[in-house]
């Protein structure tokens, strides 16, 4: 199978920097799509930004000017650098991967852990 491993969140005060990493290893074949999502407490699940295996980017309004997600398909990679952080931004941060397993013909989503992110203000 794939895992999915998170690393960088952490406690910043506003209008700091964070960047988040998230690594995937197993048996791949290959990764389409690649995403950061998050989720406050209280509330649903949202999409962060998504990023494409040619590079084409899709942000939420809410990050858009102040986050860049970015990826190493060497190293089956996807990272996401936030700046001017907001305490709105405080969330657990998940990033998923469409992976197309060795073997296989079909793409599956794979998810990480999690990581926590917290804006002091």
């Known amino acids: 199978q794939v895992q999915l491993v998170?690393?960088?969140g952490g406690l910043v005060q506003a209008g700091g920097s964070l960047r988040l990493s998230?690594?995937?290893?197993?048996?791949?074949?290959?990764?389409?799509a690649m995403a950061w999502y998050r989720q406050a407490p209280g509330k649903q699940r949202e999409?962060?930004?998504?990023?494409?295996?040619?590079?084409?980017?899709?942000?939420?309004?809410?990050?858009?000017g102040r986050?860049?997600?970015s990826r190493d398909n060497a190293k089956n990679t996807v990272?996401?650098?936030?700046?001017s952080l907001e305490?709105?931004?405080?969330a657990v941060y998940y990033c998923n991967a469409d992976v197309l397993l060795?073997?296989?013909f079909?793409?599956?989503?794979?998810?990480?852990?999690?990581?926590?992110?917290?804006?002091?203000?």
Do not use: H
């Not at 794979?110 to 992110?117: A, H, I, L, P, R």
């Open 6 to 8: 998170e690393s960088g």
């Open 22 to 32: 998230c690594a995937a290893s197993g048996s791949i074949a290959s990764i389409n």
């Open 47 to 64: 999409l962060v930004a998504s990023i494409a295996t040619g590079g084409r980017t899709i942000y939420a309004d809410s990050v858009k």
């Open 67 to 69: 986050f860049t997600i």
């Open 79 to 83: 990272y996401l650098q936030m700046n």
């Open 87 to 90: 305490p709105e931004d405080t």
């Open 102 to 104: 060795a073997g296989r």
């Open 106 to 121: 079909t793409f599956n989503r794979f998810w990480g852990q999690g990581t926590q992110v917290t804006v002091s203000s």
